[in-house]
T-cell receptor, first 113, second 111 residues
Framework: EAGVVQSPRYKIIEKKQPVAFWCNPI?????LYWYLQNLGQGPELLIR????????DSQLPKDRFSAERLKGVDSTLKIQPAELGDSAVYLC???????????FGQGTRLTVV | DQQVKQNSPSLSVQEGRISILNCDYT??????FLWYKKYPAEGPTFLIS?????DKNEDGRFTVFLNKSAKHLSLHIVPSQPGDSAVYFC??????????FGTGTSLTVIP
């Protein structure tokens, strides 16, 4: 069974440019998460979906970040415009339900220059 | 405010000995705890979990202990192997809400 697939693996952009990340969760997993991981820190939740509904987006900086999960399957996370401080690893994860262990993708390492 | 804390950034252990990784939490509502293992350039992979109704869960070489009164959990790896060298994160949640992660402990198992 395929795991959580994220693309791209790496992205380098100039500040003020837009960027988008894509995630395909494990088939059948209703819950999808986007996490941000800064160097030396643990993952921090940005947004959690139950099917196509965003049930927790309290940590998502809505002035520049947006996410969608159309049809309740794959998801995109967008930053517009990117700032230097957005440089981090963006992790997508999925789980069958919200209270079980999540399975992570390999992440997208974003560098904003 | 960090609700899950891993106060040891790193740990070195001889191969074959026991590795003990510690994690403390502040939120008494947390009822489900997990450990993840992360290799460089990969996403975290689930290792073992424990719910608050238990105080111990064992899976092969890995055992997680939960002390609710002390708000403390630990992961024991015995015997430790070089392939166990990775960063270990503990995470906690309250009633199916979001998981809060610690900052990780980098384990090095010396052959």
């Amino acid at each position: 069974e395929a795991g959580v697939v994220q693309s791209p693996r790496y992205k380098i952009i100039e500040k003020k440019q837009p960027v988008a990340f894509w995630c395909n969760p494990i088939s059948g997993h209703n819950t999808l998460y986007w996490y941000l991981q800064n160097l030396g820190q643990g993952p921090e939740l940005l947004i959690r979906y139950e099917n196509e509904e965003a049930v927790d987006d309290s940590q998502l900086p809505k002035d520049r970040f947006s996410a969608e999960r159309l049809k309740g399957v794959d998801s995109t996370l967008k930053i517009q415009p990117a700032e230097l401080g957005d440089s981090a690893v963006y992790l997508c994860a999925s789980s069958p339900t919200g209270n079980t262990e999540a399975f992570f993708g390999q992440g997208t390492r974003l560098t904003v220059v | 405010d960090q609700q899950v804390k891993q106060n040891s950034p790193s740990l070195s252990v001889q191969e074959g000995r026991i590795s003990i990784l510690n994690c403390d939490y502040t939120n008494s509502m947390f009822d489900y705890f997990l450990w993840y293992k992360k290799y460089p350039a990969e996403g975290p992979t689930f290792l073992i979990s424990i719910s608050s109704i238990k105080d111990k869960n064992e899976d092969g070489r890995f055992t997680v202990f939960l002390n609710k009164s002390a708000k403390h959990l630990s992961l024991h790896i015995v015997p430790s192997q070089p392939g166990d060298s990775a960063v270990y994160f503990c995470a906690a949640s309250a009633s199916s809400n979001q998981f809060y992660f610690g900052t990780g402990t980098s384990l090095t198992v010396i052959p």
